[in-house]
């Protein structure tokens, strides 16, 4: 009913606009018969006046059979108008509405315009007219011709448009500028909007896939407006990382390949190490779901030890951080334990545990739990690679070559 409501209130504006100007016009011209009734019956506008009004008057009055008809139909009257101001409100508060600055932006714009091409015209005149004795080549500011254009378009002399249009370039440079900030703005607006649009379609997509129905409709969607958004700008973070999510729910491995280097690439141009090493984590963790060998567990490997590096240089870690840290320890030790490198995985898994637990929250301790599990499932005497000590001591090497 709302949406009915509002279509009809902005689809109808410009008629709404012409009656509500019509209305105050009829407004206006009551009040000023009633001020002349009013002063007229005084009598200091004279006799004839004075004659004239109960001419036209009196013969409706007559027509009135008593007191409370007059009364009710003054009740009425007194309706109407209020009607008929509310009515103005109403267009009122449309007409200069947020939702309609850009129509009567346009709106100013045309009339500034016409205005320009008003005041333009005897300039172009007057610098193009041809010099006495010269028909032949047409003149260049012409000083009598162009004083007279000046003063048509409202300047007593040259050094007075001067010092008007030095003072006006000054304020439309400030213009541009700040049409410029709102540009900028506009486009934040319109970039977070897509995002927004995006995680309401991926939300939608987790929905139907818990109630059991079909999510890929509404994950193209979410797809669609991420890349809506990296159309306005290609290195934006939480888009590239959001497509590169939806992406690889779809299928699309490389599609989300793709965008995982784009975010650790972007994120390094940004100085973002915190978002780096998200993206690390992001396409290790899709390489380790893939990988079928050795190869793609030593390429998951090394995302896992960049991931490690990046958010080294943080320092004393935020919550979210400590969270993130948590997440890729048990990623590189989930990719250890394929790897049958049970005494790193161990050492990994170890500090996972600690990072999550100690963050107590609901979502931390549920990797906990799994941690731990993860843990258990080791071999309790292994507590070397193979049983041996040469591997603990040559653990560096494989942190830095996988």
């Known amino acids: 009913m709302v949406d009915v409501i509002e279509s009809v209130v902005l689809g109808d504006f410009m008629f709404s606009a012409r009656w ?47 007191a409370d008809v007059l009364d009710r139909i003054a009740r009425v009257l007194g309706a109407a108008g209020t009607a008929l101001t509310a009515a103005y409100g109403v267009y009122k508060g449309i007409y200069y509405a947020d939702h309609n600055l850009p129509e009567r932006l346009r709106q100013f714009l045309s009339r500034a315009d016409d205005r320009l091409r008003r005041d333009r015209l005897p300039l172009v005149q007057a610098i193009t007219e041809a010099r006495a004795g010269e028909r032949a080549r047409p003149s260049v500011f012409y000083v009598f011709p162009l004083t007279r254009a000046l003063k048509e378009i409202g300047f007593r002399d040259l050094d007075a ?32 909007a897509h995002i927004l649009r995006g995680s309401i379609a991926s939300a939608r997509a987790e929905s139907a896939a818990v109630t059991g129905e079909s999510p890929d409709e509404a ?34 491995r490389n599609g989300a390949l793709e965008d995982y280097d784009q975010l650790t690439q972007a994120a390094h ?26 190869v793609g567990l030593r390429d998951a490997s090394r995302c896992f030890d960049a991931a490690l590096t990046a958010i080294g240089t943080l320092g004393s870690l935020k919550a979210h951080q400590s969270y993130e840290k948590g997440l890729l320890l048990k990623a590189y030790g989930r990719v250890q334990i394929a790897k049958k490198r049970t005494w790193s995985a161990r050492n990994l898994l170890q500090d996972a545990h600690t990072t999550l637990v100690s963050l107590k929250t609901p979502e931390a301790i549920g990797h906990a739990v799994e941690v731990e599990q993860m843990l258990r499932s080791l071999n309790p005497t292994a507590d070397r690679d193979q049983g041996t000590a040469v591997e603990e001591k040559r653990t560096w090497w494989q942190r830095l070559f996988g």
């Open 269 to 294: 141009d940004a100085n973002e190490a915190f978002r780096a090493a998200r993206a690390y984590r992001l396409r290790g963790e899709l390489i380790e779901r893939y990988a079928t060998a050795q």
């Open 161 to 192: 448009a001067e010092k008007s249009l030095k003072e006006a370039l000054r304020q439309i440079e400030e213009q541009i500028n700040i049409s410029d900030r709102q540009k900028l703005n506009m486009q934040e607006q319109k970039i977070a």
């Open 219 to 252: 994950r193209h969607a979410a797809e669609e407006e991420f890349s809506k958004a990296l159309d306005l700008r290609p290195k934006d973070l939480d888009a590239l990382e959001l497509r590169g999510r939806q992406r690889e729910l779809r299928g699309n």
């Open 20 to 66: 509500a100007h019509r209305t105050l016009v009829g407004i206006c011209i009551f009040i000023a018969v009633a001020v002349v009734v009013y002063v007229g019956w005084e009598g200091w506008l004279g006799a004839p006046i004075k004659a004239s009004i109960r001419t036209l008057v009196e013969p409706l009055l007559s027509k009135i059979p008593n």
